[in-house]
């Protein structure tokens, strides 16, 4: 049986809860990876076949590629190049929780369920919960917020409206170095 290589992993302590969570690092993406992502960087809709000769590659060979990067989570959705504001949802804030550590699971339950719910992370410091919405004006931002905030296990929330987006998400530059 041939063996796998071990994903690494990042232990992740939230009060007195541990949770491990599979870490996808670019170290692992090798050259021919990257010339890939970048080319879908430049153009994602481009057909893997003219994606395969532009790199001149086989057209297997980008398939399977594609197929593991997108298995390891390496890739994001597809939805994620879905702009909220092109969905009538131009407001965008963070909301910081604090949480009552024993319903941790509960409110990360609840939150998975509130649509403009984008993500959340488990910060460092005095934050437990950093959640990044977007809502279709400042009184629907206040109806998420709250909603949020009756989540079971969130005890308390603030919340940071974004003015405008400087430095879109983006990855470009961490590929070509």
């Given at each position: 049986?041939?063996?796998?290589?071990?994903r690494p992993l990042v232990r992740l302590t939230i009060g007195?809860?541990?949770?491990?969570?599979v870490v996808v690092r670019l170290q692992q993406l090798d050259s021919t990876d990257r010339r890939i992502?970048?080319?879908?960087?430049a153009d994602p809709r481009v057909p893997i076949m003219l994606l395969a000769q532009k790199l001149g590659l086989a057209r297997g060979t980008v398939q399977s590629r594609l197929e593991r990067m997108t298995a390891s989570g390496a890739l994001r959705p597809n939805t994620s190049r879905v702009l909220p504001s092109a969905l009538g949802r131009g407001?965008?804030?963070?909301?910081?929780a604090e949480l009552d550590q024993s319903h941790l699971d509960e409110a990360i339950a609840a939150l998975?369920?509130?649509?403009?719910?984008?993500?959340?992370?488990a910060p460092a410091g005095d934050t437990d919960l950093l959640i990044r919405v977007v809502a279709t004006s400042p009184d629907d931002l206040y109806r998420v917020s709250e909603e949020i905030r009756l989540c079971p296990g969130?005890?308390?929330?603030?919340t940071s409206m974004f003015l405008r987006e400087v430095i879109p998400y983006r990855t470009t530059g961490l590929l070509e170095g």
């Amino acid at each position: 049986m041939a063996q796998q290589t071990p994903r690494p992993l990042v232990r992740l302590t939230i009060g007195s809860f541990d949770y491990w969570q599979v870490v996808v690092r670019l170290q692992q993406l090798d050259s021919t990876d990257r010339r890939i992502l970048l080319a879908l960087d430049a153009d994602p809709r481009v057909p893997i076949m003219l994606l395969a000769q532009k790199l001149g590659l086989a057209r297997g060979t980008v398939q399977s590629r594609l197929e593991r990067m997108t298995a390891s989570g390496a890739l994001r959705p597809n939805t994620s190049r879905v702009l909220p504001s092109a969905l009538g949802r131009g407001v965008a804030a963070a909301v910081s929780a604090e949480l009552d550590q024993s319903h941790l699971d509960e409110a990360i339950a609840a939150l998975r369920k509130i649509p403009e719910v984008l993500e959340c992370h488990a910060p460092a410091g005095d934050t437990d919960l950093l959640i990044r919405v977007v809502a279709t004006s400042p009184d629907d931002l206040y109806r998420v917020s709250e909603e949020i905030r009756l989540c079971p296990g969130i005890v308390r929330t603030s919340t940071s409206m974004f003015l405008r987006e400087v430095i879109p998400y983006r990855t470009t530059g961490l590929l070509e170095g």
